[in-house]
């Protein structure tokens, strides 16, 4: 065995040179295979590799030797030859183990051709492998030849079109600068598989650089719609609205980013930018976010603005109580929130601690304008004419010649009664500013103060003549206030009627134009729409304050409110609304005081208020005249009644009236009748705001009869929508019928609450309890009357229709007939009852009109009524009521009403009346 392993081995040296010269032996599978194992055993790789080379140059195919030189190559770390060779084996035998070897070694064998070459044969396996296309696409990007690989993968999707190739492809193209078609193959891409959020990003921006700005953005939503929130993909968005003008998505897409908390400063600032100037409401919000963020006070005054401008005064609160101490004491020291925070103040009245917070900003920075011009408005707002002065003597020679103090310091003048030096800053205004419309209507107004009407005149001419201005949208309202000044100045009531219908039309209401369109209201009797405007500057400011809050109370009739109100703001209020509120709370003595103090240096205004007729004439004498024609069933009546007042306090007057009937009758057939009554009575009447009670007692004569009569009522209103009443008479008329009118009387109480939950809507219930007699004492029997009744009317004023409805229901029970003195005037054998039967009675009217609501009529007033009836006993009927009044020579008023019922009341009986009175004050 040694002697033949020596006989195969010794000649090999010798015959190297030879090998490499010659072919190698003819083979012999033996002798080879034993040599390769002889020298792998020995560890003498080389000769096995010899041995390996020759065996396949005779069997190139054999994939046992070829398996073995891939091993014996990557022993000796050749691994290109051992790629080579397992890559034959692959070939030939197509394993899939092979291929696996292939796939694993072609990287290490640094030849990137090679490796190239390995992969497309690979990707002709599986020409879908997105590995195997990334591995190709590297390859040729690592050859330096991304083109051709380009090319490459561009053929390959033609032949086997996919995901993975097109992916590479868009990759490639943008690897190679090429941008053009690599935005055309991520497009390509994303519209076939979906969008992905880097390659969306790189094509948007490729776009937007090439200048197609519109199809970048659009391209980018639309993808950005079917991918998951991403915070950079929806900022990039965000610039692009911006950028292009589309501000409203800009803001979506900055608001989307601060929904998901990826907000950043520069976000913010960006975001308050376009919301400063397309949608507001959202500035305060991101002003405060911005505040907290970085602590800026810049932002937490710019939020604190906002709010104020917007009137959302809760929100300002809110805001101030959720600062911590540190925040608190920041904006402590910046004169600018001082400024403001007294302001706030000011507008809740609280005057003392605005003064308080301005003098804290004006120890921050004395010299600073700003805090010096609002001190100086706060001395004017407040009326402290000592410290006022005490400061514009301190203040004024270094800043008069500051035209930003000048509009200020002619209000302190006007404030001061130094109406001249007033005139003097606002001419310097004006010369600033010739043209300007605001300028001229101040000096005008000043000129005015001055005393120089014939001055002003001229001014005030030109603006009239020169309307309309073109004004800015924060001078709005003076300009409106301006306009209808002038229109009330120089042209007739119509137009200028006409011009304030215009101005409450316009959309949009803000504080100062709601408060004098609601004045003016008041000044031409429209309550209700004094009341609606004074809600909407309600809704505007969210409070209202001194004068307008006692003004809106007084229109609701609510007198707590106004208490409150005149304690709150006792020094706020002019004499007019001090006036107003004393009589609104039954203050007579005080509220004459006032009115004497408003005409003590005004004569001229004296008879000028309506209001002096609701204190002075009910504690003023009066006599009053009063004639009645009256037809219940047959019984006709023709009444004539003297009442004299005199008052004994100032809520409590003493009245005697003397009233004298005469009975007949139309209808002879019936009742025969002629005869007259006489009734003297005495009425003691006492009234409060809240608390009112009538006492009345009289002796009546009829048909030889004497009787005493008595009256008596107590009411209150504990709520401005509620009150009550309680009567009891006593043997006093009854009108149920003809009968009972005639000589009948009745003795019981009757009870009635009211509710009113609007000024437009008055509902009533009333019950009452009778016990009815004779002029005899005799009785007659009892009743008891129910009455339901609700008006409504859709507004108030002198024409504003109305809604009534009402339903009685009486039940009476007979228990005697006696009523001698009125069977004699019967016909024989008549078996009239005195007391109607049971009925039940509804009814429904139509109302135009009211009566005047003063305690007597201004002008001629007018109202009327016409309603459907339905009786259970008489059936289908109707009434109808006319009234009018009005003054004949001043200080007196005459009413004048009619009246007619058809099948009402329970019995057959039907009715008119007409009645005129005139009373006189003196």
């Known amino acids: 065995m040694k002697r033949l392993l020596l006989t195969l081995v010794l000649p090999l040296p010798f015959l190297s040179g030879v090998v490499l010269a010659q072919a190698p032996e003819p083979y012999v599978e033996s002798y080879y295979d034993h040599s390769y194992e002889v020298f792998v055993a020995a560890g003498n790789l080389g000769r096995a590799r010899q041995v390996v080379d020759n065996a396949l140059y005779w069997r190139p195919e054999d994939i046992r030797w070829l398996l073995r030189l891939a091993q014996i190559a990557d022993w000796q770390g050749d691994s290109s030859t051992a790629l080579k060779a397992w890559w034959k084996v692959a070939e030939n035998t197509d394993d899939p183990q092979a291929w696996q070897q292939v796939r694993q070694r072609a990287p290490l064998a640094y030849d990137h051709q090679l490796t190239l070459r390995v992969y497309k044969e690979l990707l002709e396996v599986s020409p879908r492998d997105r590995d195997l296309l990334a591995t190709i696409a590297s390859q040729y990007e690592l050859l330096g030849t991304p083109d051709e690989g380009l090319v490459f993968l561009a053929d390959w999707h033609r032949r086997y079109p996919g995901q993975a190739v097109l992916w590479e492809m868009q990759r490639l193209a943008w690897n190679q600068s090429d941008r053009k078609q690599a935005a055309r193959y991520s497009r390509q891409y994303m519209n076939r598989y979906g969008p992905e959020r880097d390659m969306a990003l790189q094509v948007s921006r490729y776009h937007w650089l090439e200048g197609q ?44 980013l601060l929904e998901q908390g990826d907000d950043t400063l520069p976000d913010l600032y960006q975001y308050i930018t376009l919301a400063r100037y397309y949608d507001r409401d959202r500035v305060v919000a991101l002003m405060e976010r911005a505040w907290q963020r970085n602590g800026d006070q810049a932002f937490a005054m710019g939020a604190l603005y906002q709010m104020q401008d917007a009137g959302r005064w809760q929100a300002i609160d809110d805001f101030l109580h959720q600062l911590c101490d540190a925040q608190r004491a920041q904006l402590h020291q910046d004169p600018a929130f001082l400024r403001f925070y007294a302001n706030l103040l000011l507008r809740k009245g609280e005057m003392e601690r605005a003064a308080q917070w301005l003098q804290r900003a004006l120890e921050l920075a004395p010299g600073d304008r700003e805090t010096r011009i609002a001190w100086l408005w706060l001395l004017v707002a407040s009326g402290d004419d000592t410290q006022l002065a005490q400061t514009l003597a301190a203040w004024e020679a270094g800043i008069r010649l500051d035209r930003r103090y000048w509009e200020v310091l002619a209000a302190a003048h006007m404030a001061l009664g130094h109406a001249e030096q007033a005139v003097r800053y606002e001419s310097r205004l004006l010369q600033t500013a010739p043209g300007d419309w605001e300028r001229q209507w101040q000096y005008a107004q000043a000129l005015i103060a001055a005393g120089r009407d014939g001055e002003a005149w001229p001014v005030l001419r030109n603006l009239h003549q020169r309307l309309p201005f073109t004004v800015s949208d924060d001078k709005q309202n003076q300009y409106r206030y301006m306009r209808l000044a002038l229109s009330q100045r120089f042209e007739g009531g119509d137009a200028s009627l006409q011009l304030a219908q215009q101005i409450r039309q316009q959309q949009g209401v803000d504080e100062a134009r709601a408060e004098w369109l609601a004045q003016w209201a008041l000044g031409h009797s429209e309550p209700e729409l004094a009341r609606a405007w004074y809600l909407r500057k309600q809704q505007a400011a969210g409070r209202l304050h001194a004068g307008s809050a006692l003004a809106y109370a007084m229109l609701n009739n609510d007198r707590d409110a106004v208490a409150q109100i005149r304690e709150r703001y006792a020094g706020q209020l002019t004499l007019s609304e ?26 001229e205004l004296a008879g000028a208020n309506n209001q002096q007729e609701s204190l002075l004439l009910p504690s003023a004498r009066s006599s009053a005249l009063a004639v009645e024609q009256r037809r219940l069933g047959a019984l006709q009546m023709t009444d004539w009644a003297f009442t004299q007042s005199q008052p004994f306090s100032d809520h409590s007057t003493l009245s005697a009236r003397y009233r004298q009937r005469q009975f007949a009758s139309n209808d002879r057939a019936q009742l025969d009748v002629d005869e007259a009554e006489q009734w003297l009575t005495l009425e003691w009447h006492y009234q409060r705001e809240r608390y009112r009670h009538r006492f009345s007692l009289g002796q009546r004569q009829l048909l030889d009869n004497s009787e005493t009569t008595a009256d008596l009522e107590v009411a209150g209103n504990w709520h401005s929508d509620w009150s009550a009443s309680w009567r009891y008479q006593w043997q006093m008329p009854a009108d149920e019928t003809s009968l009972l009118l005639l000589g009948g009387s009745r003795t019981g109480s009757q009870f009635q609450l009211n509710w009113s939950p609007q000024s437009t809507w008055q509902s009533s219930v009333d019950w009452a309890d009778y016990q009815y007699r004779d002029l005899n004492s005799q009785n007659l029997g009892e009743g008891s009357i129910i009455n339901v009744q609700s008006t409504w009317r859709p507004w ?5 229709p109305g809604l009534r409805l009402r339903h009685t229901r009486a039940d009476f029970a007979e228990t005697g007939n006696s009523m001698a003195e009125v069977r004699t005037l019967l016909p024989p054998g008549s078996d009239t009852g005195p007391l109607p039967q049971d009925y039940n009675e509804s009814g429904a009217s139509l109302l135009l009109g009211m009566p005047d609501v003063h305690i007597r ?3 001629l007033q007018g109202w ?27 200080r007196d008023a005459w009413h004048l009403s009619v009246e007619r019922q058809l099948n009402t009341g329970g019995n057959d009986e039907d009715s008119y009346r007409a009645e005129l009175q005139y009373r006189i004050y003196y």
């Open 213 to 256: 700005r519109e199809t970048a953005y659009s391209d980018l939503r639309s993808d950005a719609e079917n991918l998951p929130y991403d915070p950079d993909l929806t900022r990039r968005l965000a610039v692009m609205a911006s950028e292009l003008g589309q501000w409203q998505p800009a803001m979506s897409h900055y608001q989307t």
């Open 578 to 603: 001090q006036l107003g509120s004393q009589l609104e709370l039954g203050e007579e003595r005080r509220a004459t005081a006032t009115l004497m103090a408003m005409q003590a240096g005004s004569p």
């Open 796 to 800: 108030l004023s002198r024409f504003s």
């Open 857 to 859: 009529p201004h002008r």
């Open 864 to 890: 009327g009524e016409v309603g459907y009836v339905n009786n259970s006993l008489s059936g289908d009927g109707f009434i109808g009521r006319l009234g009018l009044a009005g003054p004949l020579i001043g």
